[in-house]
């Protein structure tokens, strides 16, 4: 059970999708059903594996490593350890959300979406865990074909210029990225004398530093582009406006955090000084987004693409507290991720709901909804401050660590991240009062019904991780510990003692001594 | 490697011996017997029976005929390759041709006399037996490529392919009496033994000799600038002949390139220039030009040039395996690339058809299925994992890298890159085009399915578990001293 | 070099060909009696006042005809050299052209077959 079930986890959706074969298309309840069964069930092992997971434990967990490709030594190598654990409950929730929240939504085609929609989940979850980077390479590749699908069939009027754009501009990055990934394989046989993709051999290898750079710079592009970082981000807006709400969620939700995890994964403990090297540049294109994407967002006329702008202003600071490079700033981004999929795929999936209703997406058409639709504003307030980073809620937590972060690493950096927090406020603010506030002027938007069951036990579990993380996040930032001062220990190249000594110790942390464990209190940070 | 030699052994040739029977059976029964569908059976059990020995003689590398014909793990496998590709046009070939009107017997007979043409280029270390092997291929193609007589642009296809074909082997004889003139033999084993004297000895024929066969095969293999025939041919050719086009002498083309390039000339350093510029003009020509077309065959016929520029790439990383990855890409190919065609046909065989790409359009909502492996075959066009295409484009770009090529890879990726857009257009026309009018259905027989099958079953298997296929490919090199 | 010593001959033979067929141009030109008479400029057949259209249209048979013929003539004329050694070659050249025989007459029977040799 230790080694099956990171694959029970991921090819769990394609039985499903096995299954769904089986049913002719006219019977679009039970497919509907079956597949809301399977991610159900792919949600129930996630969880099994998360009881399973041993928080304090370094290294990878639940590994398996079988060889696939003899012919160069590539390997069935799966494995994860606290941060991909995370991104892995993320997928699990938002997909089984996602297939939840199109239920009426979806009427063509119906097989073929949830087809798509189950082969998704795979791919996404085979990026989380895999830890041999052609089989990486397979499943980040291989994800964009159910997500085309998504958008270009059940998409928006524009959905077929959004749909090759987002292929295009992802295989850009990824097609270059896989140069570089032979590059890295050729230069590892030369170093170790042995074919291998595996990622953890990978790291212990010294790179030169003018290799470094090149191949850094293509990894960096291919993970960049999916975050989006500006100014590759131009994809981003257009796939978000003509997906489907549930392709929305998943795009937002998870497929932007597979470009942050790859930075984590891939381009910092593989290309330490490389990394080193580009963080000014990453965190200056970070800054810009985080600025830009606020301010763009502010003057959206359509609520969908003011939340797609706010996400590219939200990756930015995920993206700077990554490179910040020290506990407080990568944590901090960490659970940014988490959060930014919670809530943004929230405000998606509500901005849905209205738009079943209304088949309107623009802000004037509403106003005053708080009267006719009080639960739905209800939950449209609390997910839109959660976004906004109020305290108490799970924003809150990741912002403020990663301006911590930001702020010990360089206090100029995270002055100007703050602005964009203030902004990140003026724009939802701004659109909450004209949406939901205020009177009611447009008499279609008197008759509204309020949402029904089913709409909200979509809403509700993401509202439940909204307060929990925003209250009690220890669970989350144990588990992630470990990783995350191991990814630092790679790149600052020392032992992982010397990256508790340098940065501190701030959440209470408990550490493991043969059998007993003791948690010590959180020490003072010593600065830099 | 220990090969077995005789002068005169039929063993050696009775895979190509049982095609050539069947086929000529074939031409006369059909002038008697009226059942075109017994024809078409006979034709499959003398290919499937030709495959069974062809496989028996894995591993078993032998020579004969005084060193003409050689059979080794090479010429085999490429010689299942050619096979295969027969049998799956034929299977795909016999609706269409019903539809159409052209169902005739010369069709298999053709079919089988250009295998075995080409199963000889491939089991050959002699130029003179390549150029025959490469005639005997050719004939048949011209007639096939005119199949359908009242069409004018089919005619147009059989004259164009004639006369470039004709072109063609002149430069190729051409070179071949330049290197004999240079080396006093036409066996390339001989010729590589004796290289560096020869070099030094008489260089200039030599080298304009290898220039020469260069040119001669570059037509064949339809790599720019010699590319000019393959739009309007394959165009104008009945659409399970593109298909046949498109993979048959395409491989045969390079498993005589491989061998002349890569094992008569390894001394010839300098012509990596030359496939390097050869690689790069064909990828981009091919995949640029792509873009811009209406017609579905037309848009294929330019990517199978792009494609040939990929296995360029191979060639022109050179080495053992760099051979080895040409001949998987081709295996690769000759499924996903066969596939698509067979698809191609099942639509053009309604009438009416003039193969637009807007006819596609409305497939997804009528044929689901059909549809999904049209977008699988697209797909590993584009070269996607975890279907055949990435991992045969994989591994020439690995073979690339290696040997230092850094920056022809990145152009053949970015190419990878331009091709998406166009293969996607196809998937973009059967799911979410609305047709103009309803989509009239196709219809379906047990040889389409077989062949959609087989086609969709290897695109598969080569893409997901590739350890087995890539081990026969290494198994297929030849020394390379 | 050597090679042109060799090929020397040959090259000068091809020069002074063309040299003397270029000077009985000239000559012809230059000294040649011209008139211009309708007659002259009429397309030659034989002597006879030409009738009809040239772009005349044969039957197609003819072609057949001829192009079978060609076919069939040049494949016998690989009997003579073999007839000639005959002695030499033995039991397995009588083999090798039975075989070569029989896969001509595949084609015969064939052309029989589809009709290409009756008129009508």
Same mark, same amino acid.
């Given at each position: 059970m230790e080694q099956q079930i990171l694959t029970l986890v991921t090819f769990f959706p394609v039985i499903g999708v096995a299954l769904l074969l089986l049913v002719p298309r006219e019977r679009a309840d039970t497919i509907k059903a079956v597949s809301l069964i399977v991610s159900f069930v792919t949600f129930l092992f996630s969880l099994l594996m998360y009881v399973m997971f041993d928080p304090v434990a370094n290294g990878m967990q639940f590994e398996i490593n079988i060889p696939w490709i003899a012919a160069f030594g590539i390997h069935y190598h799966l494995g994860i350890d606290g941060i991909s654990l995370l991104l892995i409950m993320l997928t699990t929730i938002l997909s089984v959300i996602a297939i939840l929240s199109s239920w009426t939504a979806i009427k063509t085609g119906v097989k073929g979406y949830y087809i798509s929609m189950l082969l998704l989940e795979t791919g996404m979850l085979g990026v989380f865990v895999s830890l041999d980077l052609f089989l990486f390479y397979v499943f980040w590749e291989a994800m964009l074909v159910p997500m085309y699908f998504l958008i270009g069939v059940w998409g928006g009027p524009r959905r077929i210029y959004a749909a090759i754009?987002?292929?295009?501009?992802?295989?850009?990055? =990824?097609? @270059?990225?896989? #140069?570089? $990934?032979?590059?890295?394989?050729?230069?590892?046989? !030369?170093?170790? /004398?042995?074919?291998?993709?595996?990622?953890?051999?990978?790291?212990?290898?010294?790179?030169?530093?003018?290799?470094?750079?090149?191949?850094?710079?293509?990894?960096?592009?291919?993970?960049?582009?999916?975050?989006?970082?500006?100014?590759?981000?131009?994809?981003?807006?257009?796939?978000?406006?003509?997906?489907?709400?549930?392709?929305?969620?998943?795009?937002?939700?998870?497929?932007?955090?597979?470009?942050?995890?790859?930075?984590?994964?891939?381009?910092?403990?593989?290309?330490?000084?490389?990394?080193?090297?580009?963080?000014?540049?990453?965190?200056?294109?970070?800054?810009?987004?985080?600025?830009?994407?606020?301010?763009?967002?502010?003057?959206?006329?359509?609520?969908?693409?003011?939340?797609?702008?706010?996400?590219? =202003?939200? @990756?930015?600071? #995920?993206? $700077?507290?990554?490179?910040?490079?020290?506990?407080? !700033?990568?944590? /901090?981004?960490?659970?940014?991720?988490?959060?930014?999929?919670i809530s943004t795929g929230a405000l998606f999936l509500i901005v849905g709901m209205i738009y079943e209703r209304r088949h309107t997406r623009l802000i004037a058409d509403f106003g005053g909804l708080a009267k006719s639709m009080p639960v739905f504003s209800t939950f449209f307030m609390i997910v839109a401050l959660s976004s906004i980073g109020l305290p108490l809620t799970n924003g809150f937590v990741g912002e403020f660590l990663i301006l911590l972060g930001t702020f010990k690493a360089n206090s100029t950096y995270a002055i100007i991240a703050a602005s964009g927090v203030i902004l990140a406020a003026c724009y939802m603010l701004w659109m909450l009062q004209r949406v939901i506030f205020g009177k009611l002027t447009k008499p279609e938007n008197e008759k509204l019904v309020d949402l029904n069951i089913r709409e909200r036990l979509v809403l509700i579990p993401l509202i439940v991780l909204i307060f929990w993380i925003g209250i009690y996040p220890k669970p989350f930032f144990i588990r992630m510990e470990p990783a995350v001062k191991a990814i630092l220990s790679m790149v600052h190249k020392v032992d992982r003692a010397d990256v508790e000594r340098k940065e501190g110790i701030h959440v209470a942390q408990p550490t493991c001594v043969g059998t007993t464990c003791t948690i010590s209190g959180g020490g003072a940070g010593c600065g830099k | 490697?220990?090969?077995?030699?005789?002068?005169?052994?039929?063993?050696?040739?009775?895979?190509?011996?049982?095609?050539?029977?069947?086929?000529?059976?074939?031409?006369?029964?059909?002038?008697?017997?009226?059942?075109?569908?017994?024809?078409?059976?006979?034709?499959?059990?003398?290919?499937?029976?030709?495959?069974?020995?062809?496989?028996?003689?894995?591993?078993?590398?032998?020579?004969?005929?005084?060193?003409?014909?050689?059979?080794?793990?090479?010429?085999?496998?490429?010689?299942?390759?050619?096979?295969?590709?027969?049998?799956?046009?034929?299977?795909?070939?016999?609706?269409?041709?019903?539809?159409?009107?052209?169902?005739?017997?010369?069709?298999?007979?053709?079919?089988?006399?250009?295998?075995?043409?080409?199963?000889?280029?491939?089991?050959?270390?002699?130029?003179?037996?390549?150029?025959?092997?490469?005639?005997?291929?050719?004939?048949?193609?011209?007639?096939?490529?005119?199949?359908?007589?009242?069409?004018?642009?089919?005619?147009?296809?059989?004259?164009?392919?004639?006369?470039?074909?004709?072109?063609?082997?002149?430069?190729?004889?051409?070179?071949?009496?330049?290197?004999?003139?240079?080396?006093?033999?036409?066996?390339?084993?001989?010729?590589?033994?004796?290289?560096?004297?020869?070099?030094?000895?008489?260089?200039?024929?030599?080298?304009?000799?290898?220039?020469?066969?260069?040119?001669?095969?570059?037509?064949?293999?339809?790599?720019?600038?010699?590319?000019?025939?393959?739009?309007?041919?394959?165009?104008?050719?009945?659409?399970?002949?593109?298909?046949?086009?498109?993979?048959?002498?395409?491989?045969?083309?390079?498993?005589?390139?491989?061998?002349?390039?890569?094992?008569?000339?390894?001394?010839?350093?300098?012509?990596?220039?030359?496939?390097?510029?050869?690689?790069?003009?064909?990828?981009?020509?091919?995949?640029?030009?792509?873009?811009?077309?209406?017609?579905?065959?037309?848009?294929?016929?330019?990517?199978?040039?792009?494609?040939?520029?990929?296995?360029?790439?191979?060639?022109?990383?050179?080495?053992?395996?760099?051979?080895?990855?040409?001949?998987?890409?081709?295996?690769?190919?000759?499924?996903?690339?066969?596939?698509?065609?067979?698809?191609?046909?099942?639509?053009?065989?309604?009438?009416?058809?003039?193969?637009?790409?807007?006819?596609?359009?409305?497939?997804?909502?009528?044929?689901?299925?059909?549809?999904?492996?049209?977008?699988?075959?697209?797909?590993?066009?584009?070269?996607?994992?975890?279907?055949?295409?990435?991992?045969?484009?994989?591994?020439?770009?690995?073979?690339?890298?290696?040997?230092?090529?850094?920056?022809?890879?990145?152009?053949?990726?970015?190419?990878?890159?331009?091709?998406?857009?166009?293969?996607?257009?196809?998937?973009?026309?059967?799911?979410?085009?609305?047709?103009d009018q309803e989509f009239s259905p196709v219809s379906f027989s047990p040889a389409l399915f077989i062949a959609l099958l087989v086609t969709a079953v290897g695109t598969l298997a080569l893409g997901c578990f590739p350890g087995y296929w890539l081990e026969l490919s290494q198994m297929s090199m030849f020394p390379i001293i | 070099m050597e090679h042109f010593n060799t090929f020397f001959p040959i090259f000068f033979l091809f020069v002074f060909a063309a040299i003397l067929a270029g000077v009985f141009l000239l000559l012809s030109v230059l000294f040649g009696r011209k008139t211009k008479t309708a007659a002259k400029g009429d397309p030659y057949e034989s002597g006879m006042k030409p009738i009809g259209t040239t772009r005349e249209r044969f039957p197609v048979r003819f072609y057949l005809v001829a192009i079978l013929f060609i076919?069939?003539?040049?494949?016998?004329?690989?009997?003579?050299?073999?007839?000639?050694?005959?002695?030499?070659?033995g039991m397995f050249g009588f083999m090798e052209m039975l075989v070569f025989v029989v896969i001509l007459l595949v084609g015969y029977f064939y052309v029989l077959g589809k009709g290409a040799l009756k008129w009508d």
């Open positions: 754009k987002f292929v295009l501009f992802t295989m850009f990055g =990824s097609l @270059l990225m896989l #140069v570089a $990934l032979l590059y890295l394989f050729f230069l590892y046989h !030369g170093y170790a /004398g042995e074919y291998s993709f595996d990622l953890l051999k990978i790291y212990e290898m010294p790179i030169p530093l003018g290799a470094q750079t090149y191949m850094f710079l293509a990894f960096a592009l291919a993970f960049a582009i999916k975050v989006p970082v500006w100014p590759f981000h131009t994809w981003l807006p257009d796939a978000h406006v003509e997906a489907p709400t549930a392709g929305s969620v998943i795009l937002a939700g998870v497929l932007l955090k597979m470009g942050t995890y790859g930075f984590l994964r891939v381009c910092l403990p593989v290309f330490p000084e490389a990394t080193i090297q580009f963080v000014p540049l990453i965190s200056i294109l970070a800054l810009i987004g985080i600025v830009y994407g606020a301010l763009v967002a502010m003057v959206q006329r359509d609520v969908k693409s003011l939340v797609a702008f706010s996400s590219v =202003s939200h @990756l930015g600071f #995920v993206m $700077l507290g990554m490179m910040a490079l020290n506990v407080q !700033g990568m944590e /901090g981004s960490v659970i940014q991720m988490i959060n930014h999929g | 490697m220990d090969i077995r030699s005789a002068a005169i052994d039929l063993g050696l040739i009775s895979p190509e011996i049982i095609i050539l029977a069947s086929a000529m059976v074939v031409l006369l029964l059909g002038t008697v017997l009226k059942s075109r569908g017994l024809m078409a059976f006979l034709s499959l059990l003398g290919l499937v029976v030709g495959l069974v020995l062809v496989l028996q003689q894995w591993s078993q590398p032998q020579s004969g005929y005084y060193g003409m014909v050689l059979k080794d793990n090479f010429s085999v496998f490429f010689s299942v390759v050619f096979i295969m590709t027969a049998i799956i046009t034929l299977l795909m070939a016999r609706d269409y041709l019903i539809a159409k009107h052209i169902d005739r017997h010369e069709f298999y007979t053709l079919l089988m006399f250009s295998t075995v043409g080409m199963m000889l280029m491939a089991g050959s270390t002699d130029l003179v037996v390549i150029f025959l092997g490469l005639e005997i291929m050719s004939v048949p193609l011209y007639v096939m490529a005119g199949m359908n007589k009242i069409d004018p642009k089919s005619n147009e296809s059989g004259i164009k392919y004639f006369m470039i074909g004709a072109f063609a082997s002149s430069f190729l004889v051409f070179g071949i009496a330049l290197l004999y003139g240079a080396s006093g033999t036409t066996d390339l084993r001989r010729i590589m033994a004796d290289f560096s004297f020869l070099k030094m000895q008489s260089e200039l024929l030599l080298y304009s000799g290898a220039l020469l066969v260069m040119t001669g095969f570059a037509f064949k293999v339809a790599a720019v600038p010699f590319h000019m025939w393959v739009p309007d041919v394959y165009e104008g050719a009945p659409t399970p002949v593109t298909g046949f086009f498109s993979v048959g002498p395409k491989a045969a083309g390079f498993a005589a390139l491989l061998r002349i390039c890569v094992y008569g000339f390894s001394g010839m350093a300098e012509l990596t220039a030359v496939f390097w510029l050869l690689a790069v003009l064909t990828m981009v020509v091919g995949n640029v030009l792509a873009i811009f077309q209406n017609n579905i065959k037309r848009m294929l016929a330019y990517s199978s040039i792009a494609h040939a520029g990929y296995i360029l790439v191979a060639l022109t990383a050179g080495g053992e395996g760099a051979v080895s990855s040409a001949v998987y890409y081709l295996l690769a190919y000759m499924f996903f690339n066969l596939g698509g065609f067979t698809i191609v046909t099942i639509i053009d065989s309604r009438t009416g058809s003039n193969s637009q790409i807007d006819e596609i359009k409305g497939l997804a909502g009528r044929h689901p299925y059909l549809a999904s492996l049209l977008a699988l075959f697209m797909f590993a066009l584009a070269g996607f994992p975890p279907t055949a295409g990435f991992m045969g484009k994989f591994y020439i770009f690995s073979e690339a890298v290696r040997n230092g090529f850094v920056w022809l890879t990145v152009i053949a990726v970015m190419n990878s890159l331009v091709s998406v857009f166009y293969y996607l257009r196809v998937v973009v026309a059967a799911f979410f085009g609305k047709p | 076919i069939f003539d040049i494949e016998v004329v690989f009997l003579y050299p073999w007839a000639v050694i005959y002695d030499k070659l």
